[in-house]
């Protein structure tokens, strides 16, 4: 039992240092690096195109001599539009502040039976195009950015008088007629460089005083219009700026 005893702590006493050199023998492994998340940048030019539709809103009033006769009706202008924008953003954190200049075309076209000579006159307003000017703040979620927007609107008008029962043109005015406009929308950058989004816009157009002249330039009626806007486009833009930074 002895010699065995002795035996065993003979064998121990060879074996442990050789363990112990495989243990030192390990290599160090090193932490793998932090995983860096892309976050989209907003920050940049971006032009682009738009398309929607549009409804111009408009109620005349009568004014021989500057004096108001009454109202002569209103109704609403509809139609498509599309155009262009162009623009910069710059991004401070999740906020978003930008300039915009956006023009379209479009075809708002809309009348009513003239209320004071039912079935003698029809009053007709039309949009050809309009432009917006426009600063923006915003809210960013990563590549979604919800803004909102203001600034000044111009629309290019055209107010008709026709005949009722020949459809025969009695009398019209053209302007070129200045406003303010609201707005919000939502954009998405579905790709490094390109964003998709809708808005909706609202624009204020002051009251004006036209004078309608027949198509051999004589006095036909002065009138009094009021006229508000509502738009609704889809928007797509390509936009400059290194749109990803990494973040930890």
Do not use: K, Q
């Given at each position: 039992m002895k010699k065995f005893l002795l035996g065993t702590v003979a064998l121990l006493a060879f074996a442990a240092p050789a363990a112990a050199a495989d243990l030192a023998a390990r290599p160090y492994t090193k932490a793998p690096p932090p995983v860096l998340a892309p976050?989209?940048?907003w920050t940049g030019f971006y032009i682009g195109v738009n398309g929607g539709w549009g409804s111009s809103h408009n109620c005349w009033d009568q004014?021989?001599?500057g004096v108001s006769i009454g109202s002569d009706g209103c109704h609403d202008a509809t139609g498509g539009t599309a155009g262009g924008q162009i623009g910069y953003r710059w991004q401070a954190g999740?906020?978003?502040f930008g300039l915009e200049a956006q023009g379209n075309w479009a075809d708002f076209k809309g009348s009513n039976n003239a209320a004071l000579f039912p079935g003698i006159f029809n009053n007709q307003s039309k949009i050809d195009a309009f432009g917006l000017f426009t600063g923006q703040i915003g809210y960013a979620i990563n590549n979604v950015l919800l803004y909102a927007k203001?600034?000044?609107a111009v629309t290019d008008n055209r107010y008709n008088t026709y005949f009722t029962p020949t459809g025969v043109l009695a009398g019209s005015a053209d302007d070129t007629r200045w406003g303010a406009s609201v707005g919000a929308g939502i954009e998405v950058?579905?790709?490094p460089n390109w964003t998709a989004g809708i808005e909706y816009d609202h624009l204020f157009m002051e009251d004006h005083n036209?004078?309608?002249r027949t198509p051999a330039g004589a006095l036909f009626s002065t009138i009094r219009e009021r006229q508000d806007v509502d738009l609704v486009t889809v928007?797509?833009?390509y936009k400059w700026g290194g749109p990803v930074v990494a973040k930890y």
């Open positions: 976050v989209y940048d004014t021989p001599g999740t906020w978003v203001g600034g000044a950058g579905f790709a036209y004078t309608l928007r797509v833009n």
